[in-house]
């Protein structure tokens, strides 16, 4: 099973909301990320997990806040965003940092 | 800056062509090279690449990587309508994946 799972599919939210964007992998891997994609551009790296513990942040503005509860979960948490944030958002996760990443389905996150 | 650049940009061929996607890359701490296949939504995984001269092949899909050049190709034969999506390329360094811009890759019946 190499499956990730993220919630929502779709998202629209107001400048003023909060909201969270959730994914989850029951592969027992260490690491997980956030990526931003914006349309006909690569994937950025926004956030890296390893052992739950944020080991990586790529300069990313506090208006998302990532959250690890456990090993299998990671949360992005979104408040007075942009519609400049509107893109993509893929979580991944891999066995260790430096492994192969496999890349759940994203959310599609517009933001008015 | 590390970088990682792929060509072309897009890529229209019929079916049954076979097309060859190139990656070249400048990266410090270089560790291995992957290769996604992106169609709708997420990336799905298609090679890693550690060594060099090596090539991992998978069913019409095969890559090699050079790392004295440091390029990788991704070769894909007998091209189907199916195989149309984006390719990315991408290195690890270090603890991060950087991704170059991708091919877009169009096969017309």
Request: hydrophobic share 35%; charged share 20%.
């Given at each position: 099973?190499?499956?990730?799972?993220?919630?929502?599919?779709?998202?629209?939210?107001?400048?003023?909301?909060?909201?969270?964007?959730?994914?989850?992998q029951?592969?027992?891997?260490?690491?997980?990320?956030?990526?931003?994609?914006?349309?006909?551009?690569?994937?950025?790296?926004?956030?890296?997990?390893?052992?739950?513990?944020?080991?990586?942040?790529?300069?990313?503005?506090?208006?998302?806040?990532?959250?690890?509860?456990?090993?299998?979960?990671?949360?992005?948490?979104?408040?007075?965003?942009?519609?400049?944030?509107?893109?993509?958002?893929?979580?991944?996760?891999?066995?260790?940092?430096?492994?192969?990443?496999?890349?759940?389905?994203?959310?599609?996150?517009?933001?008015? | 800056?590390?970088?990682?650049?792929?060509?072309?940009?897009?890529?229209?061929?019929?079916?049954?062509?076979?097309?060859?996607?190139?990656?070249?890359?400048?990266?410090?701490?270089?560790?291995?090279?992957?290769?996604?296949?992106?169609?709708?939504?997420?990336?799905?995984?298609?090679?890693?690449?550690?060594?060099?001269?090596i090539?991992?092949?998978?069913?019409?899909?095969?890559?090699?990587?050079?790392k004295?050049?440091?390029?990788?190709?991704?070769?894909?034969?007998?091209?189907q309508?199916?195989?149309?999506?984006?390719?990315?390329?991408a290195?690890?360094?270090?603890?991060?994946?950087?991704?170059?811009?991708?091919?877009?890759?169009?096969?017309?019946?």
């Amino acid at each position: 099973d190499t499956e990730v799972t993220q919630t929502p599919k779709h998202l629209v939210m107001g400048m003023t909301n909060k909201k969270s964007l959730k994914c989850e992998q029951h592969m027992g891997h260490r690491a997980m990320y956030w990526y931003k994609q914006k349309a006909k551009k690569p994937p950025e790296l926004m956030f890296v997990y390893s052992y739950e513990k944020l080991s990586i942040n790529e300069s990313v503005p506090s208006r998302f806040s990532p959250e690890c509860p456990n090993s299998s979960l990671l949360n992005l948490h979104l408040h007075a965003l942009q519609p400049e944030d509107s893109a993509l958002y893929l979580c991944a996760s891999s066995q260790f940092q430096q492994e192969t990443q496999y890349f759940g389905p994203g959310t599609r996150l517009l933001v008015l | 800056e590390d970088k990682v650049v792929q060509s072309p940009l897009s890529l229209v061929v019929h079916e049954g062509d076979t097309v060859t996607l190139n990656c070249s890359y400048e990266v410090t701490n270089f560790r291995s090279l992957l290769w996604y296949k992106q169609e709708k939504k997420a990336p799905t995984f298609l090679f890693m690449l550690t060594s060099s001269g090596i090539e991992k092949k998978s069913g019409r899909l095969s890559s090699i990587l050079d790392k004295k050049e440091l390029f990788s190709i991704l070769n894909i034969t007998a091209t189907q309508t199916g195989d149309s999506a984006v390719y990315l390329c991408a290195t690890y360094a270090g603890n991060m994946l950087t991704f170059g811009g991708g091919t877009r890759l169009m096969v017309k019946p």
